[in-house]
């Protein structure tokens, strides 16, 4: 009896925390979920469907790939430009998928499951013109930077329109890898409703897995004009794994969840513990389907290896909820903060995650403590994970220091000057007259007016870490909108709009869960000790201007029994200068002559500061 009113008390605060409120301050996720679906039609290439919503977009790019031998005519434009950039575009199909694959019975109930499944369509038809061979995939049409020096309606472009392949001789295993993920995932969409186009998905899938397996490289080596603009960061590992997994999802085959188990420690699914998920690094992605695999009960022989898969995962989780031991930063006003340039596109991410996996611990045989994760600072409970994402979701719709939507064409105040090409010009049905490059730029670009077509739905790059904000056009770093910001979302805001009208009161966030930095001394929790030893020793003192400074000496030690290569180190609190590491995007790095630390040895590196010191931590690694 006591165990049911316990479980029943925890249903009634689990259901409380998603409950949209009536009164003031309440936000209709239904609607933010309509307008994030309109935002997807403005983005549309190609011919546009007699159903099209967004009515300010004419037909376009229609002799895209004419000049290759091939129909690349569709697909999505990423941002505010005009050029169709392959692995962004796929990770959005990916993460629009998994939204409906949770969370269609919600979008159902909101009316829009029908114009979800449309946009995921909308993308995967492109991806099968795409890949026109078992071995060659279509992975960018236009190139961003004659795009950048042209302000134009797509419905106008006078820019190049060349397409950009990998092949066996120019690989590309990141971007095959993501659209392999995205053709599995979209095949469990179509499965029951148009199970001839969903099995012609899984084919395009299986081949180019295969391809990306069989002929590793990174695609920006092949594809270079994407360097620039979507470079792949995070190299190929992870894309390898999260096309497995979402082959294993969508076939139950088990050479996928063998690959995805026996290739953790050399593609980095084991290794990485990362608090960031987007278009360039999945590993979160792929730790949140393995743990989804163990909770039900699907791991069979390979659970062990599936655990360690599931404890960074919750290391994600603990960092972004602030019960790490690293934690993501926070704005004063409660956003999680990582860049400046489009910061949104990862509060989204997230949210998602951790709406999935609070969803997955509640729900899946195999949880325990009531699905609780247990993190460095605390448990965290799932009605707390999903307390925690409303808040972000609901700083999005307007609940900032600023009063303002980043949903544009949400609410009473939101970004008017979107830096978007086809929004910020007069709309191609209203005056087909045609506009020149510079025509764009002299006359629309530099505008003071709010763009003449409303971006319905477009989540833009968002505030800085001061929750400042600038409405200005050539802003692009805060007013450019991308679909991946919006993708994650709409499972979100499904699960959201799908859990209203509950009657009960708000569940409010402990104290603990608003941390923002991490406590010094602290290292990272896994339940399983780390391959990689750090030892930090204070080799030097001295006083000088009234303070106290040291010098630390760090050791990093592989205590593997093999070669640790790709590592990459968190470094936190630094308030001095630092000597023996190179920066990278997740981090810090060795440096170049150190490619890759041998079994038992050790480098070290130095930093000076006052006080305490820096907090050091693995952040990935590869065992090979």
């Given at each position: 009896?006591?165990?049911?009113?316990?479980?029943?008390?925890?249903?009634?605060?689990?259901?409380?925390?998603?409950?949209?409120?009536?009164?003031?301050?309440?936000?209709?996720?239904?609607?933010?979920?309509?307008?994030?679906?309109?935002?997807?039609?403005?983005?549309?290439?190609?011919?546009?469907?007699?159903?099209?919503?967004?009515?300010?977009?004419?037909?376009?790019?229609?002799?895209?790939?004419?000049?290759?031998?091939?129909?690349?005519?569709?697909?999505?434009?990423?941002?505010?430009?005009?050029?169709?950039?392959?692995?962004?575009?796929?990770?959005?199909?990916?993460?629009?998928?998994?939204?409906?694959?949770?969370?269609?019975?919600q979008m159902a109930a909101a009316g829009e499951l029908r114009n979800a499944m449309d946009a995921v369509k909308w993308g995967t038809d492109y991806f099968i013109k795409a890949h026109p061979e078992p071995d060659v995939l279509y992975?960018?049409?236009?190139?961003?930077?004659?795009?950048?020096?042209?302000?134009?309606?797509?419905?106008?472009?006078?820019?190049?329109?060349?397409?950009?392949?990998?092949?066996?001789?120019?690989?590309?295993?990141?971007?095959?890898?993501?659209?392999?993920?995205?053709?599995?995932?979209?095949?469990?969409?179509?499965?029951?409703?148009?199970?001839?186009?969903?099995?012609?998905?899984?084919?395009?899938?299986?081949?180019?897995?295969?391809?990306?397996?069989?002929?590793?490289?990174?695609?920006?080596?092949?594809?270079?004009?994407?360097?620039?603009?979507?470079?792949?960061?995070?190299?190929?590992?992870?894309?390898?794994?999260?096309?497995?997994?979402?082959?294993?999802?969508?076939?139950?085959?088990?050479?996928?969840?063998?690959?995805?188990?026996?290739?953790?420690?050399?593609?980095?699914?084991?290794?990485?513990?990362?608090?960031?998920?987007?278009?360039?690094?999945?590993?979160?992605?792929?730790?949140?389907?393995?743990?989804?695999?163990?909770?039900?009960?699907?791991?069979?022989?390979?659970?062990?290896?599936?655990?360690?898969?599931?404890?960074?995962?919750?290391?994600?989780?603990?960092?972004?909820?602030?019960?790490?031991?690293?934690?993501?930063?926070?704005?004063?006003?409660?956003?999680?903060?990582?860049?400046?340039?489009?910061?949104?596109?990862?509060?989204?991410?997230?949210?998602?995650?951790?709406?999935?996996?609070?969803?997955?611990?509640?729900?899946?045989?195999?949880?325990?403590?009531?699905?609780?994760?247990?993190?460095?600072?605390?448990a965290a409970r799932p009605f707390e994970i999903l307390a925690f994402v409303r808040s972000q979701v609901n700083y999005i719709l307007g609940d900032n220091p600023r009063g303002t939507s980043y949903m544009v064409g949400y609410g009473?105040?939101?970004?008017?000057?979107?830096?978007?090409?086809?929004?910020?010009?007069?709309?191609?049905?209203?005056?087909?007259?045609?506009?020149?490059?510079?025509?764009?730029?002299?006359?629309?670009?530099?505008?003071?007016?709010?763009?003449?077509?409303?971006?319905?739905?477009?989540?833009?790059?968002?505030?800085?870490?001061?929750?400042?904000?600038?409405?200005?056009?050539?802003?692009?770093?805060?007013?450019?909108?991308?679909?991946?910001?919006?993708?994650?979302?709409?499972?979100?805001?499904?699960?959201?709009?799908?859990?209203?009208?509950?009657?009960?009161?708000?569940?409010?966030?402990?104290?603990?869960?608003?941390?923002?930095?991490?406590?010094?001394?602290?290292?990272?929790?896994?339940?399983?000790?780390?391959?990689?030893?750090?030892?930090?020793?204070?080799?030097?003192?001295?006083?000088?201007?009234?303070?106290?400074?040291?010098?630390?000496?760090?050791?990093?030690?592989?205590?593997?029994?093999?070669?640790?290569?790709?590592?990459?180190?968190?470094?936190?609190?630094?308030?001095?200068?630092?000597?023996?590491?190179?920066?990278?995007?997740?981090?810090?790095?060795?440096?170049?002559?150190?490619?890759?630390?041998?079994?038992?040895?050790?480098?070290?590196?130095?930093?000076?500061?006052?006080?305490?010191?820096?907090?050091?931590?693995?952040?990935?690694?590869?065992?090979?």
């Amino acid at each position: 009896m006591a165990k049911n009113a316990i479980a029943l008390l925890g249903l009634l605060a689990f259901a409380s925390v998603v409950r949209t409120a009536s009164g003031a301050g309440g936000h209709d996720y239904a609607l933010a979920l309509k307008k994030s679906f309109l935002y997807f039609e403005a983005q549309r290439s190609g011919v546009l469907p007699p159903n099209q919503r967004v009515t300010w977009r004419e037909n376009s790019g229609l002799f895209d790939g004419k000049a290759n031998g091939v129909d690349l005519v569709g697909g999505y434009y990423d941002a505010g430009d005009n050029v169709k950039f392959g692995l962004p575009m796929a990770f959005t199909v990916t993460m629009m998928s998994w939204g409906i694959l949770e969370y269609g019975k919600q979008m159902a109930a909101a009316g829009e499951l029908r114009n979800a499944m449309d946009a995921v369509k909308w993308g995967t038809d492109y991806f099968i013109k795409a890949h026109p061979e078992p071995d060659v995939l279509y992975g960018e049409v236009g190139d961003g930077d004659t795009d950048h020096s042209c302000w134009q309606r797509p419905e106008d472009m006078s820019t190049s329109r060349q397409a950009f392949r990998i092949d066996p001789q120019n690989p590309g295993s990141d971007l095959a890898g993501e659209t392999a993920a995205a053709m599995a995932a979209a095949s469990l969409v179509f499965r029951h409703t148009y199970p001839g186009y969903a099995n012609l998905l899984l084919e395009h899938s299986k081949q180019l897995f295969t391809f990306a397996d069989k002929y590793r490289g990174k695609y920006d080596s092949s594809i270079t004009v994407a360097r620039n603009y979507y470079g792949s960061f995070s190299g190929y590992g992870d894309e390898l794994l999260w096309a497995a997994a979402w082959l294993y999802e969508a076939t139950e085959e088990g050479c996928y969840l063998e690959y995805l188990a026996r290739n953790g420690d050399a593609l980095g699914g084991t290794g990485w513990s990362i608090n960031q998920f987007g278009w360039d690094v999945k590993y979160p992605g792929v730790q949140v389907l393995a743990a989804k695999f163990l909770l039900q009960g699907r791991a069979g022989a390979h659970a062990t290896a599936l655990q360690r898969y599931r404890q960074n995962a919750e290391f994600f989780v603990c960092s972004c909820v602030g019960k790490g031991a690293v934690n993501v930063p926070r704005t004063p006003g409660g956003m999680m903060y990582h860049q400046r340039w489009n910061n949104l596109q990862f509060v989204t991410s997230a949210s998602f995650l951790l709406t999935v996996y609070a969803d997955y611990a509640t729900a899946l045989p195999g949880s325990a403590g009531g699905g609780a994760v247990r993190c460095p600072a605390g448990a965290a409970r799932p009605f707390e994970i999903l307390a925690f994402v409303r808040s972000q979701v609901n700083y999005i719709l307007g609940d900032n220091p600023r009063g303002t939507s980043y949903m544009v064409g949400y609410g009473g105040s939101f970004p008017r000057q979107v830096h978007h090409r086809g929004a910020s010009i007069v709309s191609f049905r209203m005056n087909p007259s045609f506009v020149s490059c510079q025509e764009g730029y002299s006359s629309w670009y530099p505008r003071q007016a709010g763009n003449p077509n409303v971006l319905e739905g477009a989540i833009v790059g968002g505030p800085d870490e001061y929750d400042d904000f600038a409405d200005e056009r050539n802003n692009y770093e805060q007013t450019e909108a991308a679909t991946y910001n919006s993708a994650p979302l709409v499972g979100v805001l499904a699960r959201l709009a799908g859990a209203c009208g509950t009657g009960l009161e708000e569940y409010q966030l402990p104290p603990a869960a608003n941390q923002t930095s991490p406590p010094p001394h602290r290292r990272p929790h896994h339940a399983a000790p780390s391959p990689i030893e750090i030892e930090q020793n204070v080799t030097r003192t001295w006083a000088m201007r009234r303070a106290t400074y040291y010098r630390y000496s760090v050791t990093v030690t592989n205590r593997s029994g093999k070669t640790v290569r790709e590592l990459h180190l968190g470094v936190s609190e630094l308030r001095g200068r630092l000597w023996g590491l190179d920066k990278a995007r997740y981090g810090h790095v060795p440096p170049k002559w150190l490619p890759a630390l041998r079994a038992g040895k050790s480098f070290r590196f130095v930093y000076v500061q006052s006080g305490t010191p820096a907090n050091v931590w693995v952040t990935g690694y590869k065992l090979v």
